[in-house]
């Protein structure tokens, strides 16, 4: 085991060997989640991704098969709201497809322990909590109102799945919204 190496100096600049890519001037800054990227609800309220986070959704299984897809959305919740410190207490969950298949028996087989077909269910490889801001509903108190959504997709970023996207158009928000000032 190598030992703990010092730390730097608190003068010492970490970055100094990063290589420096001129943009010019933009509007926004790159490489961040754009600030206008919302959705209109079927309601006509309109919605804005404010935070994201996302991760595998099956990071650190070692060996064997996914369990149950129920276990793994019970786990997305929580992981949800302990990433969104308990602020939203009724999180949205987008419903994902759930992919089933049947693993087939291995050809070959040692004779005492036989391993016969196993079905198998899983969810899709991303697993998504967003964090959307509106307006407040008309009469609330709030200066504005935002919601914790789950959902699962196919790739890292924004929400661009069909399925995702007309699930979150149709997102009754009023029963997921937290309302605040700042």
């Known amino acids: 085991m190598k030992p703990d190496a010092p730390a730097p100096p608190d003068d010492m600049k970490l970055t100094q060997d990063f290589p420096v890519i001129d943009k010019g001037v933009i509007r926004v800054f790159p490489d961040v989640l754009p600030d206008d990227w919302g959705l209109v609800l079927d309601d006509g309220r309109e919605i804005f991704l ?22 793994d959305v019970r786990r997305a919740i929580s992981q949800a709201r302990d990433w969104d410190r308990d602020f939203h207490p009724r999180p ?14 291995p050809t070959e ?17 991303i697993t998504s909590f967003g964090i959307f801001g509106s307006t407040p509903r ?13 959902w699962w997709q196919g790739h890292f ?5 069909p399925g995702v996207l007309a699930a979150l ?10 309302e605040w000032d700042p």
């Open 138 to 150: 008309p009469g609330a108190n709030g200066s504005f109102a935002s919601a914790l959504v789950i």
């Open 50 to 71: 404010r935070n994201l986070a996302q991760h595998r959704t099956y990071a650190g299984l070692l060996c064997g098969m996914p369990c149950e897809p129920e276990y």
């Open 92 to 105: 949205a969950i987008i419903p994902a497809p759930i992919l089933r298949g049947i693993k087939p028996a």
């Open 109 to 125: 087989q040692h004779p005492k322990f036989p391993i016969g077909p196993r079905p198998w269910a899983h969810l899709p490889v």
């Open 169 to 178: 158009r149709a997102l009754r928000w009023n029963d997921h919204v937290e």
């Open 157 to 161: 970023g924004v929400p661009a799945d």
